[in-house]
């Protein structure tokens, strides 16, 4: 990842294929600013977190390969790997590499609280190697998809999933993770022989095998962030993975009641004589830094008074 004054430039380890079918891959990225944190402070991150990091990504994205401006319609388009990805170079844009977090332990007779310690460059992030934006597969004989017709298809055509679908899929997902994963392959399928963008009655036949089938050929071809942490409980001394939700963590970070937020903006711009818009423009490591200069400075002058 390059940087250059407070922005920085990297890779996408997918890309997005714009609608020239141009593969976009270099993504310039800006800081959290006060903006971000106002936006947060005002959302409630239970069930609209795809479209939280949709917002986000897009006030913070600059430049997406030649795309500039870059639009929610393009941030949705991410796929999810690319989406987690940028999440986590803002994580350290913003905050840093280093990370300490609360976990429970998920073995019943223990659940006690564990703290643990890592850095975000030690999360394996695989690139894809075929970019798509379209892959092809042929299930297995056994596998074949029987149309109503009763024809045997084996030729599948689909996509990977976007941050479109997580938005779009949300609500069910809470709901009905089932029909919500029957949902996410219909929008991700586009062929199946020659029956083109099949309904969801179509995709609820398709057998338990030609499902997993699919499934596992989607996870093989997308790039992937590993967000889930092997680890080791202090307390009772078992190994377990952990699923790391990075968004919600990331965003609980960050998440500052609008009234400190605020009495930031009035501090600095009570000793500096800034306006409102240009603090909060600032980064938000860098207005933390002005405060605890501000506050060393005034420590001084008070101590010398006295």
């Given at each position: 990842m390059d940087r250059f004054g407070d922005h920085f430039t990297t890779l996408l380890p997918g890309g997005y294929v714009d609608a020239d079918g141009t593969l976009q891959r270099e993504v310039e990225l800006a800081p959290f600013t006060g903006r971000e944190e106002e936006l947060l402070a005002g959302r409630q991150q239970r069930g609209e977190s795809a479209a939280l990091v949709t917002t986000v990504l897009q006030r913070c994205i600059r430049r997406l390969g030649a795309i500039s401006p870059v639009s929610a319609e393009v941030t949705r388009g991410l796929l999810v790997a690319d989406r987690q990805y940028l999440l986590l170079k803002l994580r350290e844009l913003t905050l840093g590499e280093h990370v300490r977090a609360t976990l429970c332990c998920p073995w019943p007779d223990c659940g006690k609280k564990v703290m643990?310690?890592?850095?975000?460059?030690?999360?394996?992030?695989?690139?894809?190697?075929?970019?798509?934006?379209?892959?092809?597969?042929?299930?297995?004989p056994e596998a074949a998809f029987v149309a109503t017709d009763g024809e045997y298809y084996r030729d599948i055509a689909f996509r990977l999933p976007n941050g479109g679908d997580?938005?779009?899929?949300?609500?069910?997902?809470?709901?009905?993770?089932?029909?919500?994963?029957?949902?996410?392959?219909?929008?991700?399928?586009?062929r199946i022989g020659s029956l083109n963008h099949p309904d969801e009655a179509a995709i609820a036949r398709l057998s338990p095998l030609a499902r997993l089938e699919i499934e596992r050929q989607m996870e093989r071809v997308?790039?992937?962030?590993?967000?889930?942490?092997?680890?080791?409980?202090?307390e009772c001394g078992r190994d377990y993975a952990a699923p790391f939700e990075l968004q919600d963590f990331f965003f609980g970070e960050l998440r500052t009641s609008r009234d400190l937020l605020y009495r930031e903006v009035h501090y600095l711009a009570y000793h500096y004589h800034w306006s409102e818009r240009e603090i909060m423009d600032l980064p938000r490591q860098k207005r933390r830094t002005y405060i605890e200069i501000l506050a060393e400075e005034i420590e001084k002058v008070n101590n010398a008074i006295v």
């Open positions: 643990v310690s890592f850095s975000t460059g030690e999360i394996p992030v695989t690139e894809s190697v075929d970019k798509g934006p379209l892959y092809r597969m042929e299930l297995a997580q938005e779009a899929l949300a609500t069910l997902l809470d709901q009905n993770e089932a029909h919500a994963l029957t949902r996410l392959l219909q929008r991700c399928i586009h997308a790039p992937k962030v590993e967000l889930t942490m092997e680890s080791q409980c202090s």
